[in-house]
């Protein structure tokens, strides 16, 4: 396993394979949301760094922040585990506390103990933890 980092999001190719192979079983995001979040960060590539998980040139899991505060993530779900990784990545690239979005179907994926609190809305529910 290997982690890649990037300022921006470089790594599209990466994060789309991994979202048109696991939508919808994964949550909401799909290329079309990763193509326009791309276009969005374009002139600001320095506050959104990105990092993405590969195995034997296959996308396993991404993680994208949005600084200062915000993470949007997919994971595999045959490797689970990895959403740990990918948090463990944001808060040490993350000046502070992080929000991220996450689907009702991704809700097992991202475990409860690290998370203070979660809004009441959903899908999708904006989950915080602290620094």
Partial sequence: MQRHTHAGPL??????????RVFPATGYRHVGDLAWNWCLALDRADEHPTAIWIHKSQTLAWGWLEL??????????????????????????????LSVEVAETERNRIWPPRWSGAATHAPPTVLSWPR
Avoid: N
């Fill in 68 to 97: 200062p505060d915000t993470l949007m993530l997919q994971v595999d779900p045959s490797c689970p585990q990895l959403a740990d990784e990918v948090l463990d990545w944001a808060e040490q690239t993350a000046p502070g506390a």
């Fill in 11 to 20: 790594a599209l190719r990466a994060m789309k394979d991994l979202a048109s």
